[in-house]
C-alpha cells in the first residue's frame, strides 16, 4: 500500500496542495492534477521544496494523474465536480477510490459560504457517485479539514475526519487519514452520511468568521472506544 500513488485532482489549490503537502511529508508518492500541466508541475515544485525528503511529487493534467493512481482525491470547488470528473471518467478504471471533498456551499450561485445548496442526488458525494464508473468506490472524507492546518507541516492538524462510502473503501481513506498528524478518520457509516458531514463545512465557515479563526476550527468526537 505505501508505494501506491495518491492522485489530487485540483491539487493546485489551497486544500489540494495542503493534502499533498502531508501526504508526501508521510512518504507516499502524490501525483497533482490540473487543467494545465504547467501549473501541476509548478504546485509538484512547491511541494518537493518545502518536502525535501518526498518520495516522488509529480505535477500532471487531472486526466493523466489518475492513471495508476489507487486512490483519486477530487479537489475542486462543488461547481466543478461533475465537469473535472467527466473529464477524466474514460481513464477511470474499476477498483479505483475516488474521494469526494466538496461541499456544495451557496457560494456556487453567488450566495454566502455559511449555507449549503440542495443536490437532488442529497450530496456532492452522491452526485460524483452517479457519475462515476461501475466499480469505481466514492467514499466521502476531508470536508471538515482546514486547508490553512494541512499546509502549516510544522503542526498537527487536530480534527477528525468522518469517512462514509463502502466499508473496504472508507477503511483506506480512514487509513489515509492516519499519515497526517492530529487527523483521525472516524467509520462514518455509509456515503448518504456526507449530507450531514459536506453541511457542517458551512457551519465551521460561520464559526471561522464568529470566533475569528482565521486557520480554521476543526471538530472532534469524543467518547469513542479506542480513542
Ligand atoms: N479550502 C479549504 O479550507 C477547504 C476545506 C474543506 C474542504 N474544501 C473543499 O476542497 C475542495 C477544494 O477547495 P480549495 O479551497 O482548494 O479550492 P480552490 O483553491 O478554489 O480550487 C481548487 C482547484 O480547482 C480547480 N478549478 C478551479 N476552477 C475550475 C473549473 N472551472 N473547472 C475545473 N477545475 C477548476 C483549480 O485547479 P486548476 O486551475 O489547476 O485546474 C484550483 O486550483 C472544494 O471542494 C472545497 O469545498 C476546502
Redesign the pocket.
Known sequence: MSNETIAIL?G?????LGLALRFAKAGRRVAIG???VE??VEAAEQVRKQVPEALSVEGRENADAVLDAPIVIL????E?VA??LKAVRERLVPGQILVS???P?ATAIGDGAVRTLGVWQGSCAELLAALAPEGVEVVSA??????HRLQALDAPVECDVVVSGAPAARRRVMDLCALVPGLRGVDGGPLPNARIVEAI?ALLIGLNARYKVAD?IGIRLTGLPGA
Open positions: 485540483g493546485t489549490g489551497d486544500q489540494g490540473s487543467r494545465k501549473r501541476a479537489s475542486v470547488p462543488f466543478h465537469g473535472t471533498m466538496g461541499v456551499l476531508f470536508q471538515n479539514v482546514s486547508a463545512t480554521g
